[in-house]
């Protein structure tokens, strides 16, 4: 006993020793486990005396702000390190480059904004990690290829707006991903590419307006999915193909209606919540044969022949039905499974599937009571098979497969969605009684034709969507009746001209949308003189432009002009002399080999941003930006054959710069660009094309300047290259609030929704500072 008192005393001494010796003072340190605790110290940096040997570092609540590159270079071994509520604005490329072994990372409630390609390069043992709480809003491409072994990613509470395609790359082990409570509207196809073994995925909370098929198509392991609380109003066929999912949530969202084959590509399905939707009655999915649970909680069901069937084949099937009726009367609150199917009746007369007879019982008598209780929340007329909120005062007939235009919209009715039917064809007077609508939503509509007067009577029309129609030319009495028209979508059409004689009745037109029509020349008499005046953005992108007469853009308040994505041959020099105000001017992706002197003089006062990236451009005039000065802020030249660049000092106020993928010829003649680079404190990523010795390398790293003469006189062979990103901090800001939210191309969108302010995280790299490797 003796003997053990006292070499149990000399191992607590050592101990203590060794502790006192090497535990950082702000910390208490267990040397059994190897821990190390540092909470709540407020400390600005992690200690630097903490024992190598920890394997379990706690720094949670700190204030350390920045991680830099190595900040773990003194503790290989940790395994759990919890970096949680640190005040974390930015991690630094390679921070964690030394923690091979660690296998859980906590970086919750900070205040993270960017993912960098590199943040979390050399976590290659990782399971989990916890990003959760942080505002991030962009995940660059590459930033998680090396956690390999990843099995849980918590991203839930953050900003992200958009997912990339390949966002995920690399996590060959992942099963649980989190992104709830974000405010996703938009995945792109690929985004979860390569996530071949997850098997749960949390969408729920977001903003996202309609059940992204595509994306969750290639989720082949996907048992459980969480997309409740979205704002999703339909579900059409075939909306969720998962071959292998159990579990889908689809509860709190906004569905008004959704289609019996909406689950037909999901054969293993056994649990599906539609709890408090705004589903009326149900028939029963096809496709799931082993359904237990069909959840209708908090649904305002209507109780009557059409919930029959779905009644009928939840007693053969055995899926247990949780839910009650709203209505009739006699069966309000009644439990679903409780209603024996032949309690659930019609009336005689009725004959299509419309659910609106609320006000009478199944007698067709309306006892006085429910008139009572009915009135207050009764719906003003509307027509049948649409919706009508009377206090938001908007109407939808979405996607109901009308033919006709439905009449008897409520008369204060200012918003009208009636997107993805079926019309054809708009006669004279199409909207009699709609002179209220401020917003008319006709995209999907198969619409070839509008008759002359077809929106008669419209005169307080601001916003009109004809996107996504068959339209190959427009009277020119099309848009009459609808003079404050201000905003008009025609994008997606087959327009051979360009509509000019029909925008001649909207004088208040200010944006106008053509994209992705087939119109191949702007003739002189293009815009009409009512409109030159008012017109401020215009959008021609994807057309089939060869030609763009002078005279053509006569506008004084244009300020947006997108001529990209056309077969342009040269930058249309003559017609930008009648538009001294543009301000943004895209030429990207045209085929112009070779800019000439003066191109953009007649703008030169006025142009703040220049696209010109994918040109083919051979060679660019030493004289080709003659007259821009200070004014422009945007200048990218990405993707084009350039081997040397016009001299570029006289854009001192540069804040994005672009000129990555141009085999740049890298000699003396590029001091000058060089020169310019550092002067005007852009942060430049620069690479060589020639000569061959240089290539891939870094303007910003060669020496071959200490050699060039000092004088050398200006250039006649001019370089630079890659990325340019601007260094003052508010570059990203500034690119950010001008960017539109983009719209999920060929999907319907629904604009009067709160549309977040934020912009897609798209991955763009010529953003927020980068250092230089
Ligand atoms: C934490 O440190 C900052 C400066 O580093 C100081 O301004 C702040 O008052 C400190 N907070 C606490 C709670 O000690
Ligand atoms: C059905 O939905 C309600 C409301 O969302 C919920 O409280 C309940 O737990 C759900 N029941 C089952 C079995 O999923
Ligand atoms: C575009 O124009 C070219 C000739 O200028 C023509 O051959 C081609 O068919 C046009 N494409 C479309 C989509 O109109
Ligand atoms: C300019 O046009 C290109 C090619 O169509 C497009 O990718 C890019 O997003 C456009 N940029 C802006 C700012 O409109
Ligand atoms: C650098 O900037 C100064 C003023 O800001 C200007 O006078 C000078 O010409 C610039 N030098 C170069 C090489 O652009």
């Known amino acids: ?110 205040k993270i904004e960017i993912l960098y390609q590199e943040s979390f390069d050399g976590l290659s043992s990782l399971k989990e990690l916890h990003l959760d709480h942080n505002r991030i809003e962009e995940i660059q491409p590459g930033a998680f290829t090396q956690l390999s072994f990843l099995n849980v990613l918590a991203l839930s509470h953050n900003q992200l707006v958009y997912i990339p395609n390949m966002a995920f790359q690399g996590l060959q082990n992942i099963k649980w991903l989190r992104l709830s409570h974000n405010s996703l509207n938009n995945l792109a196809p690929e985004a979860f590419a390569g996530l071949f073994t997850l098997s749960r995925l949390n969408l729920d909370h977001n903003e ?47 569905l008004q209606d959704l289609s019996d084959k909406a689950f037909s590509q999901a054969p293993l399905l056994t649990h599906l919540d539609l709890s408090h939707n705004q589903l009326r009655y149900l028939e029963p999915p096809s496709g799931p044969k082993e359904l237990t649970s069909l959840n209708l909680t908090g649904n305002p069901i209507y109780c009557n022949c059409y919930m029959q069937p779905l009644r009928q084949w939840v007693g053969v099937s055995g899926v247990k039905l949780l839910g009650a009726c709203s209505g009739p009367p006699h069966l309000s609150d009644e439990p679903l499974q409780a209603v024996a199917p032949l309690d659930l009746r019609c009336r005689s007369r009725e004959g299509s599937p419309v659910v609106e007879e609320e006000d009478e019982d199944e007698d067709g008598r309306v006892p006085p009571t429910v008139t009572v209780t009915a009135k207050p929340k009764q719906k003003a007329k509307c027509p049948a098979n649409c919706e009508c909120d009377t ?106 001209q360009f509509p000019g004689s029909a925008l001649s009745l909207l004088p208040s037109l200010s944006v106008l949308h053509l994209e992705e029509n087939a119109i191949s020349k702007l003739e002189a008499s293009g815009l009409p003189s009512s409109v030159s005046s008012k017109l401020s953005e215009l959008y021609l992108s994807n057309n089939n432009l060869t030609v763009i007469a002078k005279g053509a853009l006569d506008s004084v308040s244009l300020i947006a002009l997108h001529l990209d994505s056309n077969q342009l041959t040269e930058v249309p020099t003559h ?74 000092s006289p854009l001192s106020n540069l804040e994005v710069v672009d000129l990555r993928d141009n085999p740049l010829q890298c000699d003396c003649s590029l001091l000058p660009l060089r ?79 709160k549309q977040p302010q934020r912009k897609p995280g798209t991955p763009k790299i010529t953003k927020k500072k980068k250092t230089l490797k």
């Open 575 to 648: 017609a930008l002399l009648e538009t001294p105000n543009l301000q943004e001017f895209n030429l990207s992706r045209n085929s112009v080999h070779w800019v000439g002197p003066k191109a953009f003089q007649p703008i030169s006062q006025s142009l703040k941003r220049l696209y010109m990236d994918h040109m083919g451009m051979e060679k660019i005039s030493r004289d080709a930006l003659l007259g821009l000065g200070s004014g422009l802020q945007t200048l990218t030249m990405r993707g084009n054959q350039l081997k040397e660049l016009p001299d570029l």
């Open 208 to 254: 996202l307006q309609f059940f992204p098929t595509e994306t969750m198509t290639r989720l082949r392991e996907v048992t459980r999915l969480d997309m409740s609380h979205n704002p999703m109003i339909y579900l059409g066929e075939e909306s969720v193909s998962m071959a292998k999912l159990t579990h889908l949530y689809l509860n709190h969202m906004s």
């Open 391 to 496: 206090e938001a005062q908007h109407a939808t007939c979405e996607g109901r497969g009308h033919t006709k235009i439905p009449r008897g919209f409520p008369a204060k009715t200012q918003l009208l969605d009636l997107r993805v039917n079926h019309f054809h064809y708009l006669p004279t007077n199409s909207f009699p009684g709609s002179g209220q609508v401020v917003s008319l939503h006709l995209q999907f509509c198969k619409i070839h034709e509008i008759e002359g007067g077809a929106l008669q009577g419209m005169k307080n029309l601001l916003y009109l969507y004809l996107s996504d129609n068959d339209l190959r030319s427009l009277d020119p009495k099309a848009f009459a009746g609808a003079p404050r028209l201000t905003y008009l979508h025609l994008e997606r059409n087959r327009l051979a």
């Open 675 to 753: 020169r310019w680079m550092e002067n005007v404190s852009l942060e430049v990523a620069a690479t060589c094309g020639h000569p061959p010795d240089l290539r891939g390398q870094k303007v910003q790293d060669i020496h071959i300047f200490k050699s060039c003469p000092e004088n050398i006189s200006p250039p006649e062979k001019t370089v630079v290259d890659p990325k340019v990103v601007k260094s003052k901090p508010n570059a990203l800001k500034s690119q950010k609030v001008k960017a539109r939210p983009a719209q999920p191309r060929g999907k319907v969108v629904k604009p009067p929704r």
């Open 1 to 110: 006993m003796q003997v053990f008192s006292a070499v149990f005393l000399l191992i607590l001494t050592l101990a203590i020793t060794v502790e006192a010796k090497t535990c950082p003072r702000e910390c208490s340190c267990d040397s059994t486990k190897l821990s190390t605790v540092c909470v709540g110290k407020n400390l600005t940096e992690i200690p630097p005396t903490i024992e190598e040997i920890t394997v379990k570092l706690d720094l949670r609540n700190n204030n350390l702000q920045v991680l830099s590159r190595g900040a773990f270079l003194h503790t290989p071994y940790l395994t759990h390190l919890n970096l949680q509520r640190c005040n974390i604005i930015e991690i630094k490329e390679g921070a964690f480059r030394t923690l091979g072994r660690a296998v859980s990372l906590n970086l919750a409630h900070n």
